[in-house]
């Protein structure tokens, strides 16, 4: 089972759950985080330390979210891993709550 970061996270981009991870399985795109499911170990951390709550177990993710799960993998095949905490962006707290923000996902 692997964790994965949801909707809630794009242009917010908190980094909090990084610094957390013990296997470093997050990668960072412009504006948004992914888990590798490969690499990740379902320690759990990194959960309760999102401030947006936009990481979720596999068998947890929220409805109209299961695209995320997909989403993560593939990402985290091209992205570059990030393994220590960055500024979140200054808007972060407009974004969080937006519904739909999928089409803001930046590649």
């Not at 981009?13 to 296997?23: A, F, L, M, R, S």
């Not at 330390?49 to 068998?59: G, L, Q, R, T």
């Not at 929220?62 to 997909?70: I, R, T, Y």
Request: proline share 7%.
């Amino acid at each position: 089972m692997t964790f994965v970061v949801g909707e809630n996270c794009i242009k917010c981009k908190h980094t909090d759950c990084v610094e957390v991870c013990p296997v470093d399985c997050f990668y960072e795109g412009p504006n948004f985080l992914v888990i590798h499911p490969d690499e990740c170990i379902d320690c759990a951390l990194c959960e309760p330390e999102c401030p947006v709550n936009a990481i979720f177990s596999e068998d947890e993710l929220p409805e109209g979210q299961e695209v995320f799960l997909e989403l993560n993998a593939e990402l985290a095949e091209t992205w570059p891993n990030i393994t220590e905490m960055k500024d979140a962006p200054a808007d972060a707290a407009e974004w969080d709550g937006v519904e739909g923000k999928l089409q803001y996902l930046e590649r």
